[in-house]
């Protein structure tokens, strides 16, 4: 069985300060973990992806994560948040066919 | 490359009507899902597919029924619709390289409101 835990389902930061969004998951197996963002409207778009290689994954738009096998995590940050990173964040883990979905984390932005 | 293709992307059923969802990808990936998406609630799975002619139930499958005659098409079917399926619908397709999975590709989505 495995699942995943976004902590917060609300983060609200200022422009030009960092961004931490929190994973946790609980797999039986090796996964493998994304990040996807959706803008308001909009599909999701992955973001950045771990697949067993280096626990450091950098993404796109400045977004990367880190894989901590001993604390089960997987957190996204950026070191400063632009006002196009307002949207919703889903970290997903798989395994074999299997997807599982936290439930999402919405970022706002302040100027 | 299209990636993934739902049509349409929006669409007003009235209650007991009936519609198909169309999925298609061109990657020749082997699974295939849809999910239904409601406000805050995140992602639900409703049927999922390793491959065509396999299918099978996901955590919210009741009002709808799934085929994978090939590998390309994924339809959801709504039977009698309800107001309880107003909804924003995706599909997804992926693959695996080994026993790792590559990434979801996920369609733009399908509004659709029952009334």
């Known amino acids: 069985a495995q699942s995943v835990t976004q902590l917060d389902s609300h983060v609200s930061v200022s422009e030009g300060t960092p961004v931490l969004l929190r994973c946790n998951y609980s797999s039986s197996y090796s996964p493998s973990l994304f990040w996807y963002v959706q803008h308001p409207n909009k599909g999701l778009q992955l973001l950045l992806k771990?697949?067993?290689?280096?626990?450091l994954v950098k993404g796109i738009n400045g977004f990367e994560a880190e894989f901590k096998k001993s604390e089960t995590s997987f957190h996204l940050t950026k070191p400063s948040a632009h006002m196009s990173d307002a949207a919703e964040y889903f970290c997903?883990?798989?395994?074999?066919?299997?997807?599982?979905f936290g439930a999402g984390t919405t970022v706002t932005v302040r100027a | 490359n299209a990636g993934v293709t739902q049509t349409p992307k929006f669409r007003i059923l009235k209650i007991g009507q009936s519609m198909t969802l169309q999925c298609t990808q061109d990657m020749n990936h082997n699974y295939m899902y849809w999910y239904r998406q409601d406000p805050g609630m995140g992602l639900k799975l409703i049927y999922y597919s390793v491959g065509a002619g396999i299918t099978d139930k996901g955590e919210v499958p009741n009002g709808y029924n799934v085929s994978r005659s090939t590998t390309e098409d994924f339809p959801l079917r709504l039977e009698l619709a309800a107001p309880s399926q107003t909804s924003v619908y995706f599909c997804?397709?992926?693959?695996?390289?080994?026993?790792?999975?590559?990434?979801?590709?996920f369609g733009q989505g399908t509004r659709l409101t029952v009334v």
């Open positions: 771990y697949t067993s290689a280096a626990t």
């Open positions: 997903v883990v798989t395994n074999d066919y299997k997807l599982s």
């Open positions: 997804a397709s992926s693959s695996a390289e080994g026993r790792q999975n590559t990434e979801a590709f």
